[in-house]
């Protein structure tokens, strides 16, 4: 894999963030498309170009090679848990960097794990009734400034389109940074009467938002992502389906991908900009800090009412419609990888693994190979019949001890071993990836395939159990009930995140943000019984939130 490159200081340090793309034919005719993103959106974050230049200078990714060798180690976790994450997306083979600053490659084996998210998800939309569909990723500037909160909230990222095909446009348009207005035009040409409700799609696509401060999955200039959106004759049938995608979020977190997120409702600050509540998933990461993993919007109308999408009632009235959207992006793919990795790389929980067993044959001699690859594809049709995903690593050009290391940091979940002894016995070894060294060695089980499938699927289970267990426990030790403003600050100072009762103002909470850097993260479906008292005001509080530092 080629070497993670630090973009140059020149481009991060640019003024201007004006990108010319031209296509040259014969004649060198410029068919250019002139891409303008606002940057002013640094400022907003408190990202100075100052603090940029500081960061890209000591960055570990400027010395960072992804070396062909696995032998050679990631950064430990406990030394710099920001150079162990980059260690890992680039011993894994997950990503590179693109050569436009703050893009990324997303190569095979990281698309791997995106598609297992898209696989699962897929059938939850549609059994939930929802249909894909695709909308264009080019929007007129004009949809986006009809909803004054939207505009608000997205002007800082917005990236735009001012020259197609050599000619000034018209109007500028937008790179789609989400799809709410669009959808809208749309919904209001085809719906027309309570007969066409609910319209409930989905759409697959990219998105882009020109981020001052990235971080591969987790904050990139463009990213992947699912969009849904709906519109409803009511409030409440909104509100329902707002709360039915968040738990489909919530259920993939906990049972594809064994992290325990924290399922909520942002504060008013934290809320989508344009929408009337925001729902989401927060997980807790390697560091402790919090990664928002999915959110889903309760629009109310705020964009009907914008864009004049509306229905003839049962009654013969016009109303607006009631409306959502729901999103979950590439960032879970950083959130599964902070989640779950250890000092010698990637671990994947086996629902998601995109490999979740690699076959290593064994042998010295001309005479132990053919029998043990014999076997190796056996044992490999045996696996892959019961549905097993299975890589046999067979090439001759390195060592097992070197396809040991290298299958560890890419995070497969089992490795089963084949060699002259264990074919002479019919049976292999299998190890697990969570538990090093002999402790997590399963040795002479037997290649019968009812017993060797049964095997297989017990400890792929097993392990994935104890993904889950094991980051519940972490969450859980690392969540710090707080009765006071000092309390939280000192909560906040160790890292840790800081759960109390809240019934502040948003001046508040914006002064626990740029004293502590810490904001809600949520206030959390599930509520502790009782009175509460506002550790902020002393004043009564129906609710505790959920502080933290994110990502």
């Not at 999103?327 to 010698?344: E, K, P």
Request: charged content about 25%; proline content about 5%.
């Amino acid at each position: 894999m080629g070497a993670f490159r630090l973009p140059s200081l020149a481009n991060l340090l640019s003024p201007s963030a004006a990108v010319r793309a031209t296509s040259s034919g014969a004649h060198h005719r410029s068919s250019a498309l002139r891409v303008a993103a606002s940057l002013s959106g640094g400022t907003d974050r408190g990202i100075s170009t100052q603090s940029l230049a500081k960061e890209a200078l000591s960055s570990p990714i400027a010395d960072r090679k992804a070396s062909s060798s696995p032998e050679a180690s990631v950064t430990p976790r406990s030394v710099d848990f920001n150079a162990w994450y980059l260690d890992v997306i680039a011993k894994a083979e997950l990503a590179d960097y693109g050569p436009v600053r703050g893009t990324m490659v997303i190569r095979p084996y990281g698309y791997a794990i995106w598609e297992s998210i898209q696989e699962y998800l897929n059938v939850k939309f549609k059994e939930t009734g929802h249909s894909n569909m695709y909308f264009p990723q080019f929007i007129p500037y004009s949809f986006i400034e009809k909803e004054a909160s939207h505009v608000e909230g997205f002007s800082p990222e917005l990236a735009l389109v001012t020259i197609g095909g050599g000619k000034e446009l018209e109007e500028k348009l937008v790179v789609r940074p989400t799809s709410e207005t669009i959808v809208n035009h749309m919904f209001t040409q085809w719906i027309q009467s309570y007969r066409d409700l609910p319209l409930m799609v989905n759409q697959w696509a990219n998105v882009t938002r020109w981020e001052m401060r990235t971080k591969p999955f987790i904050r990139t200039l463009e990213f992947l992502w699912q969009e849904g959106h709906t519109a409803h004759a009511t409030l409440e049938e909104a509100e329902k389906e707002a709360l039915q995608m968040i738990d489909v979020y919530k259920k993939f977190a906990y049972e594809q991908a064994a992290i325990p997120v924290i399922v909520g409702r942002k504060s008013r600050a934290e809320t989508f900009a344009g929408a009337s509540r925001t729902y989401t998933i927060e997980a807790m990461m390697g560091d402790r800090k919090a990664l928002q993993a999915g959110t889903s919007h309760n629009l109310g109308q705020n964009f009907s009412r914008a864009f004049g999408t509306q229905f003839t009632d049962e009654n013969g009235q016009r109303q607006h419609v009631w409306q959502t959207s729901w999103a979950i992006s590439t960032r879970f793919v950083g959130g599964i990888i902070m989640t779950h990795g250890d000092d010698t790389g990637l671990m994947l929980p086996p629902r998601i693994a995109p490999i979740q067993v690699v076959i290593v044959p064994i042998w010295k001699t001309e005479d132990d190979k053919a029998g043990v690859l014999k076997a190796t594809s056996s044992v490999e049709t045996i696996l892959k019949t019961a549905g097993i995903k299975v890589k046999v690593d067979d090439s001759e050009q390195r060592t097992p001890g070197w396809k040991y290391n290298f299958w560890e940091m890419k995070g497969v979940p089992l490795r089963i071993e084949i060699g002259p002894r264990d074919v002479a016995n019919s049976s292999v070894v299998i190890s697990r990836r969570d538990i090093p060294g002999k402790p997590g060695k399963d040795f002479g089980v037997s290649v019968e395939p009812s017993s060797l499938v049964g095997h297989v699927k017990n400890r792929l289970e097993e392990i994935q159990t104890s993904f889950l267990q094991r980051a519940t426990s972490f969450r859980d030790g690392n969540i710090i009930d707080v009765k006071s403003y000092e309390e939280l600050k000192e909560v906040i100072s160790e890292g840790k995140w800081a759960r109390g009762p809240w019934s502040a103002s948003d001046a508040d909470e914006l002064k626990v943000k740029e004293e502590t850097g810490a904001t809600i993260r949520c206030f959390p479906f599930e509520q502790p019984e009782g009175q509460k008292k506002c550790f902020m005001t002393g004043n009564p509080a129906q609710e505790v939130a959920i502080f933290a530092k994110s990502y």
